[in-house]
Structure formats: C-alpha cells, structure tokens
C-alpha cells in the first residue's frame, strides 16, 4: 500500500522560508519521479516541482529560482525548500508519485504580508 506523508507547512512571513517533506512508504521510492504540487483556494492544482529518479529537476515558472526540490533516497523522502515566500504561494502543498496517481493528505502553507 503506497503512503505519502507530508509536513513542514505552516505560517510564514513575506521574504521567510519553509522546507516541506514527505516520507513515503510502500514503494521502492528510488525508482520513482516524484513532485510537488499546490492548490490555492479556487484554482486549480498546479505543478510546483518534479524530481526524477537520476535527480534531474524541472519547476514551475512561478517558483524558480526560489524553491529547490530534492530527494533522500535512504530514507524514501521528498523535500521541497522554499526560499522568498510570496503570499502567491500560500496554498495547500501535496506531494505526489505521477506513476501511481497517489498523492499525500497536503499541508497547507500560508504566507503573510
């Protein structure tokens, strides 16, 4: 049974940073793309971050440059750092394995001004 876990979200200001992780369990996480993705009130789910199973990356053009995906495969878990925080970015934050379609509960970041 595949499980996702996310954390690390919170309350942060303007200019702050948060680092989000999601420890996943019942797959052999080294084989697999993972990603990150976000949900603010009324859009639509869009793609933060993704992280291939060689470590090659690819952002959304909102977050480049500012957030930083990365993956410890010793201990199956996806990071995401978030650097310069923008109230744009204050959305529920889930992480994602695009082969199995299986996402986490989210954990919601929120960015004040």
């Known amino acids: 049974q595949v499980q996702l876990a996310e954390s690390g979200g919170g309350l942060v200001q303007t200019g702050g940073s948060l680092r989000l992780s999601c420890a996943t369990s019942g797959i052999s996480f080294r084989v697999y793309t993972m990603a990150w993705h976000r949900q603010a009130p009324g859009k639509e789910r869009e793609l933060v971050a993704r992280i291939g199973n060689g470590g090659s990356t690819t952002y959304g053009d909102s977050v480049k440059g500012r957030f930083i995906i990365s993956r410890d495969n010793a201990k199956s878990t996806v990071y995401l750092q978030m650097n310069d925080l923008k109230p744009e970015d204050t959305a529920v934050y889930y992480c994602?394995?695009?082969?199995?379609?299986?996402w986490g509960q989210g954990t919601q970041v929120t960015v004040s001004s």
């Open positions: 994602n394995i695009p082969a199995f379609g299986a």
